[in-house]
């Protein structure tokens, strides 16, 4: 992916911090993911007084596209931090890491993990989630 990409992708997830809802934890994360197409959908954390309800930005964005028909993803960017400043790396959450697995190949997907334009990781989904379970461990093997 060229440094262009990545610094676009980056942009996009550091605007949607600006959208998160976050009032409890003040830990405000923005995301924006490629599709194989090369369109791009954004997401923000939503938390919720009861915890377990909120959504993680990466799942938002994810759900935002699944729920347009999209089924190929290239790339995620991440880019989180305390009252909407990055300081560090923001990587995914386990259940979002599974929701990467259900949708994306472990070992081409990439996941940008940034604290701005100058500052970022790029690693596969494997590489985060090296025994991840997903939809290739339920197909039938001849035995």
Do not use: W
């Not at 976050?22 to 007084?49: D, M, R, W």
């Not at 960017?77 to 472990?106: H, K, L, S, W």
């Amino acid at each position: 992916m060229k440094r262009e990409e990545i610094q676009r992708l980056i942009r996009i997830a550091e605007e949607q911090m600006s959208h998160a809802y976050a009032p409890y934890s003040h830990f405000q994360v923005g995301a924006a993911l490629l599709t194989a197409g090369g369109k791009v959908y954004a997401g923000c954390n939503i938390e919720n007084a009861a915890y377990t309800p909120s959504n993680c930005a990466e799942r938002t964005a994810f759900f935002k596209a699944v729920s347009e028909g999209e089924r190929k993803f290239s790339a995620i960017c991440i880019v989180g931090g305390m009252n909407g400043i990055a300081v560090d790396y923001t990587a995914p959450c386990g259940v979002c890491r599974q929701v990467m697995m259900e949708f994306c190949q472990p070992e081409t997907f990439q996941i940008i993990l940034a604290v701005d334009e100058e500052n970022y990781k790029v690693c596969s989904l494997r590489e985060l989630f090296p025994f991840g379970f997903g939809p290739d461990n339920l197909q039938e093997r001849d035995k």
